[in-house]
């Protein structure tokens, strides 16, 4: 096993963290320490929060939430697939037109339950 050709991992690694760690050393080091009231408050859209941080949130907003990530998800696999359309040919056609189909039902399904309403 040769360990040489792990050096430019081992480089790229040191860099990713010289490059994350470096400018939050920086800053703290020679950044201005000047703390006030004002500051220090905590801020929430220009006014003083009127409720608890901690409070509760309707779970329609996390379903709405995944729902979008999920949807997002599915479609950031259609770049691949209309990179790749050529070498594929009619099955990779006809397996992206099955996928669509069942995207679509579900989102017409979660649309059809009310799920993407907000109120």
Known sequence: MNLEQYLPILLFILVGVAVGIIPQVLGYILGPNRPDA???SPYECGFEAFEDARMKFDVRYYLVAILFILFDLEIAFLFPWALALQEVGMAGFIG????????????????KK???DWE
């Open 38 to 40: 004002e500051k220090n």
């Open 114 to 116: 009310g799920a993407l």
């Open 96 to 111: 992206a037109v099955i996928f669509l189909t069942i995207l679509v039902v579900g989102f017409v399904y979660e649309w």
